[in-house]
């Protein structure tokens, strides 16, 4: 198929890198002509442009830019492309977003595949970055069959693992999953950080583990994707800090009270109820 992807940074890059792979011819759009000639050179893209107009030939469109431009994005694109293109994005975030980005393009499917790394950028691209990981469609009633069928068939071609569901309940479910995570982990690092006594704050440091390394991962990550989160997922993730807080504050009773059947039974209840999030 011929392919266009908008945004050639970690996503947009590692979703050309699979799809040449696989055989399809794949025109690139990013804001700089440095990351246009990096595309090329990295192999993400066959055809690179800073310029919308030139996705004109192509069958499919990822929208892979920051969510913030995906709106201004495809109602530029909607002024350039054949009714027949199908657009998808790749947005972290849906709720309204897709029932906006379908009033601009009726040809339109959300989309969201749940891979990623700390990096950004088309240096930070990867070969089978989607490989056996969820990719969420989220067609609303209005959307078109043909353009979910397609989406769903390239989401299966980089060999991840199809869903679909609402906007809004995705909505809900990565903010308990993967947006309440960097904010609980962001804290950890917060209160660490806030150790007054200079021995123990070098000692803890010089301590840290894969513990630390495991929790403080998420929290840890580009500044820019958790603020990203905060902004666009804001009700969900809200309901979710505040449910945590409730959380925090029943540990604190159990330890403060010395409760310990109590903290046994929560952390009995953790140790079995976390292998259903952790699907092979
Ligand atoms: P990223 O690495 O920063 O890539 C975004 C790219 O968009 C940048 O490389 C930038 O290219 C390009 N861009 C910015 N403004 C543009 C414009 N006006 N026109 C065309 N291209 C433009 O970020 P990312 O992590 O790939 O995230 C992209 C999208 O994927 C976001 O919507 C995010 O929600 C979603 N997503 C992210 C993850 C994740 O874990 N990171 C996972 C799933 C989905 P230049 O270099 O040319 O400036």
Aim: net charge negative; hydrophobic share 45%; with cysteine.
């Amino acid at each position: 198929m011929k392919i266009g992807i908008v945004g050639l940074g970690l996503i947009g890059g590692s979703i050309g890198l699979d799809l040449r792979a696989l055989g399809h011819e794949v025109w690139g759009v990013s804001a700089r002509a440095s990351t246009c000639d990096r595309a090329i050179v990295r192999g993400a893209v066959d055809h690179a442009s800073q310029d919308l107009g030139s996705l004109q030939p192509v069958e499919v469109v990822f929208v892979c830019t920051p969510i913030a431009l995906m709106e201004p994005t495809v109602a530029n694109l909607a002024a350039q492309l054949d009714e027949a293109t199908i657009i998808t994005d790749v947005a972290s975030v849906k709720g309204d977003l897709v029932a906006r980005l379908t009033q601009l393009w009726p040809n339109f499917v959300g989309g969201h595949p749940m891979a990623g790394t700390a990096e950004n950028g088309i240096e930070a691209a990867l070969s089978d970055l989607f490989v056996n990981n969820p990719y969420v469609l989220t067609p609303i009633a209005t959307t078109v069959p043909r353009a979910i069928e397609t989406i769903a068939q390239l989401a299966t071609d980089l060999r991840a693992k199809l869903l679909y569901c609402d906007p809004h309940h995705h909505d809900r479910a990565v903010a308990l999953i993967s947006h309440l995570p960097v904010m609980v982990s962001a804290s950890l690092i917060t209160t660490c950080l806030g150790e007054q006594n200079p021995a123990i704050l070098e000692l803890a440091q010089n301590l840290a583990s894969s513990g630390f390394r495991d929790t403080s991962r998420v929290g840890g990550g580009n500044p820019e994707l958790g603020l990203m989160m905060a902004q666009h997922n804001q009700a969900a993730l809200l309901r979710g800090l505040q449910t945590y807080r409730g959380e925090i504050d029943r540990l604190i009773q159990q330890v403060e009270t010395a409760d310990w059947t109590g903290l046994q039974t929560t952390l009995e209840k953790t140790a079995a109820g976390r292998s259903p999030f952790l699907k092979p």
